[in-house]
């Protein structure tokens, strides 16, 4: 038996979702989904295909006029100098991306750096591939961004590969041009591999820029870029992520896990993914308009009804709200917990209907806080800032 994957958490979001399936009519800002649909040209694309009977085996690494799409679209968007469409490879999602990533990169006993709140399955997919998730603090007073010393402080001789989430999940922090450029500095210096997570990298606010790690002087040698169509192109059911490496031996590794977990993607799915590209990309831009505009009505109504129990500031990246809970708040007075970022979950979701997830799901750092999806449409938002105002109305309660 595969008694290794009992060390493997399952994320609690998992457990949110069975909650919310009990909750009639709920608030469902506890998924990271947005509320559009995805945009006509893919669904078209993938009518097409359907219709043309295209539903059968693919290379495994990609269609091959999505990969130059994909080459394409890196060299001109993200500034990474591929090399060719076979340095790229079509994933199920982003999660498998980086599980493909780990499972090719790690050897038992290796240690990765993590952020600390994360996305549960950065870790997981680190210990999936028996190896050592370390965290190291983002911290919110900077913007939810690395203490760059600390971050170097936590690197060892069995450091493999520094992660990297920006824009982040669940945060909303963005990394500076000069925060990449140091970490960047990190990984030539020391030897060591960057695993860059860019899911978010259309989500930027108030003048904040993405930029893409490959795109540094010599550190796409270094670095393993990882994307996904689901946030771009609302497109989280249809599971279309991609990759890129360098290293011919690294590809070759990740190429038999890809094999040997998914043979090929989907096929329909990868032609959606050439109608995401090749058709007009005015709604990524529309969407951004709308995000931010959710943002801020959740916001001003998180000032008006929260009635101070829960604070943040507003991200500048991604489309979460990780909000602090007053420490003096309880969900009854004289109630012991054990976890204040699950007592108000579960208070929130039970007696509010209002979806989240608890901070210390996405590690230590976390604890204390919890996770809204603002992306969602704006009368669900409402409907929930509404609930959150019957429901803290008045001072914190008090042990």
Not at 88 to 100: D, K, N, P, R, S
Not at 147 to 168: C, W
Not at 315 to 339: H, T, V
């Amino acid at each position: 038996m595969g008694s290794f994957l009992d060390s493997v958490p399952f994320s609690g979001i998992i457990r949110i979702r069975d909650m919310m399936y009990a909750v009639k009519d709920p608030f469902r800002l506890d998924q990271g989904d947005v509320s559009f649909d995805a945009p006509d040209t893919v669904k078209r694309a993938m009518h097409r295909a359907i219709d043309e009977n295209k539903t059968h085996y693919l290379q495994t690494t990609g269609l091959p006029h999505l990969l130059d799409l994909l080459a394409d679209k890196l060299r001109t968007k993200n500034g990474t100098p591929i090399g060719s469409s076979d340095e790229v490879m079509v994933t199920t999602g982003g999660i498998h991306a980086l599980y493909i990533v780990c499972q090719a990169l790690l050897e038992p006993g290796d240690e990765v750096i993590v952020p600390d709140p994360e996305w549960p399955p950065a870790a997981g997919n680190v210990k999936a591939a028996h190896a050592v998730p370390v965290p190291c603090p983002l911290h919110e007073h900077l913007g939810w961004r690395y203490d760059l010393a600390e971050l170097e402080s936590k690197i060892t001789p069995k450091t493999r590969a520094i992660y990297i989430n920006s824009p982040h999940n669940p945060t909303g922090g963005v990394l500076t041009r000069d925060d990449v450029e140091r970490i960047a500095a990190l990984v030539r210096d020391r030897g060591l591999w960057l695993i860059s997570d860019e899911a978010y990298e259309d989500v930027v606010f108030d003048g904040a820029t993405h930029v893409s790690p490959a795109s540094l002087p010599g550190l796409y040698e270094r670095t393993i870029p990882v994307y996904t169509f689901s946030k771009t192109y609302a497109m989280t059911g249809l599971r279309l992520g991609y990759l890129a490496a360098r290293d011919a031996k690294l590809r070759e590794r990740m190429k038999k896990a890809l094999f040997y977990t998914a043979s090929n993607i989907a096929s329909v799915v990868q032609y959606g993914g050439v109608g995401a590209l090749e058709g007009s990309q005015e709604s990524i831009g529309a969407f951004l308009t709308e995000l931010q505009a959710r943002r801020d009505l959740f916001y001003d109504g998180i000032r008006r009804y929260a009635s101070g129990v829960l604070t943040g500031e507003a991200p500048r990246g991604a489309f979460y709200a990780f909000l602090k809970i007053d420490p003096a708040w309880r969900p009854q007075a004289g109630k012991p917990i054990e976890s204040l970022s699950w007592a108000m979950a579960e208070h929130l979701i039970s007696q509010g209907r209002i979806g989240c997830v608890p901070g210390v799901d996405f590690g230590a750092t976390g604890e204390g806080y919890v996770r809204f999806c603002f992306a969602r449409d704006r009368r669900e938002l409402t409907g929930a800032l509404e609930s959150l105002r019957s429901l803290l109305a008045g001072a914190p309660v008090r042990s």
